[in-house]
């Protein structure tokens, strides 16, 4: 079956630096994407990789290993508007999207 | 601006009835999906169309029903067949080009009496 693992729930310091994790097997692969979700709101994109290596985009960036089956999110210079769900995605053969269950990052002053 | 209408947002329902979710977008996009999410869990997909008159089973489909009249708009109906109908549903939907990108509407509460 298709799988995709990410911690429930990850705790950080406003200020720091946080690497959120996301495992997946699946049936084929046509990329990974990141969405963050705040309480009862709408997910919204945040990255798409489909070759191995690195992507910034500002205080985000994202992590894809093929070969490891592995991708994380890295969160810098942490705010308080971070606290929020972040979903981990991948398209599969099919082009259709399997979803990670999230993970809850909590930002402490 | 382009973007995707869900309604309502919140909606209570007594038991045995059948209720409709709407979802309009202007984005010109071929594909439309509908969502459920509960909490704790990842979204899990009702049903998808990727063209007008044309739709597909997801991988919770039983007790859901849907449309595709026109490009626009997608509906979903949620029957009394769906035994736990309390979730966030969430109507999305993509242009063709397979990055995959999703634009998501801002969802709808459903809440069973």
């Known amino acids: 079956g298709q799988n995709i693992d990410q911690p429930t729930e990850m705790t950080a310091t406003e200020g720091a630096i946080v690497q959120i994790n996301c495992t997946y097997q699946?049936?084929?692969?046509?990329?990974l994407f990141w969405y963050q979700q705040h309480a009862g709101e709408a997910p919204t994109f945040l990255s798409y990789n489909v070759l191995d290596g690195l992507e910034e985009k500002g205080r985000f960036s994202s992590f894809l290993s093929r070969s490891k089956g592995y991708s994380y999110l890295l969160l810098k210079e942490l705010q308080m508007k971070d606290s929020a769900s972040y979903l981990c995605a991948v398209l599969d053969s099919n082009y259709q999207l399997i979803w990670g269950a999230g993970t809850k990052l909590i930002i402490k002053p | 601006d382009g973007g995707i209408t869900q309604s309502p947002k919140y909606l209570f329902r007594k038991e045995g009835q059948n209720v409709t979710l709407s979802c309009e977008q202007n984005?010109?996009?071929?594909?439309m999906y509908w969502y459920r999410q509960d909490p704790g869990q990842g979204l899990r997909l009702i049903y998808y169309s990727q063209i007008v008159n044309d739709f597909q089973k997801g991988d919770i489909a039983e007790g859901y029903s849907v449309s595709r009249e026109k490009k626009e708009s997608f509906p979903l109906t949620v029957t009394s067949a769906q035994k736990n109908p309390t979730a966030f549903y969430l109507c999305?939907?993509?242009?063709?080009?397979?990055?995959?990108?999703?634009?998501f509407g801002e969802g709808s509460r459903l809440t069973v009496l």
């Open positions: 999305a939907s993509t242009g063709t080009d397979h990055t995959g990108e999703l634009f």
């Open positions: 699946t049936s084929g692969f046509n990329g």
């Open positions: 984005l010109n996009h071929d594909a």
